[in-house]
Structure formats: structure tokens, C-alpha cells
């Protein structure tokens, strides 16, 4: 987990910063596979949870034109990524144009995920004020009381 910048070189070849490569398994570094996120982001996944996403998509209903749509969207892009001897990887151009990344990248890790950033789009998705975040933490996490209401 955690937030690290990072530069991308002439080539388009970004570091694995080492934070993040710390918290991978071994066995994972070397099959990571880059994909379009759900946002303006890519995401990275180790091969062993990219499959699982694709597990996941074989249970769609093939005959189902939304469920085929979703599926061609959300794997539109899928590329498995080497690390070069010095942990750099090249990300495919296409999908940097589609996150927007140019220069400057934020790597955001979360769960299972770990989202590739513009530097630029990540500050902007974050610049959340408090009052907002508050009322965004009630929507999502709040809701009545399990315990069924007022201390007496």
C-alpha cells in the first residue's frame, strides 16, 4: 500500500519504485500485467490477480450484449509488462495516452490493486476538501447503527 512518484524517462520506461516492489511476492515481480482503470488511471496487477479478474469475466454471460461489452472494455489494452535488470517497465504508448501519463507518474496501492497515475489527474481526483470527503465517508460507510440506536 502506499503513494510513490515516480519519473518516466525519454523512452517512456518508468521505475517499480522499491516501496512497492518490497510489498509484491518474489515469484510475482517478474508477471505483472497493465490494464486501463476504471478512471483515467492504468492498473497493475501481478499475473496470479490478473487471472482472477479474468475468472471472474469467464462467469459473464457471453450472450449477454452488455456482459460482452464490458468484458472487450475492461480488457481492451490488457498487456503483461517486463521488468527490465534496473525494475523498469515500458508502459505501451496507447495506454499512456489514456491516462493521460507524459512525464510524471503517481503508482497508488491499495488491496490487490496498484493504480498508475498522471501526477497531474492524481492531484486533481485528491484535491478533495474535508467537508466533502465527510459527507462522501457517510455515503459509503455510514448507515444506521448496528446497535439499534440512542445510549440510555
Known amino acids: 500500500m502506499g503513494e510513490f512518484e515516480a519519473k518516466l524517462d525519454d523512452k517512456g520506461r518508468v521505475v517499480l519504485p522499491a516501496g512497492l516492489k518490497k510489498q509484491l511476492p518474489k515469484d510475482a515481480v517478474s508477471k505483472l500485467v ?3 482503470g476504471f478512471e483515467k ?3 497493475l496487477y501481478t499475473r496470479k490477480d ?9 462467469s459473464l454471460n457471453h450472450f449477454n450484449k452488455k456482459h460482452r461489452l464490458f468484458i472487450r472494455q475492461f480488457s481492451n489494452g490488457a498487456t503483461e ?8 517497465m515500458l508502459i505501451p504508448k496507447k495506454l499512456c495516452e489514456y491516462a493521460e501519463i507524459k512525464n510524471e507518474a503517481v503508482f497508488y496501492a491499495y488491496g490487490n490493486r496498484i493504480e ?17 470527503f465527510a459527507d462522501l465517508a457517510e455515503d459509503v460507510m455510514g448507515g444506521p447503527q448496528e446497535n439499534g440506536g440512542d445510549d440510555e
Open 34 to 36: 497493465v490494464n486501463r
Open 41 to 43: 488511471c492504468l492498473t
Open 50 to 58: 490478473w487471472d482472477g479478474e479474468l475468472n471472474g469475466l469467464s
Open 81 to 88: 509488462i517486463q521488468l527490465d535488470n534496473s525494475s523498469r
Open 116 to 132: 498508475i497515475w498522471s501526477k497531474r489527474l492524481y492531484e486533481e481526483m485528491m484535491d478533495v476538501d474535508a467537508d466533502d
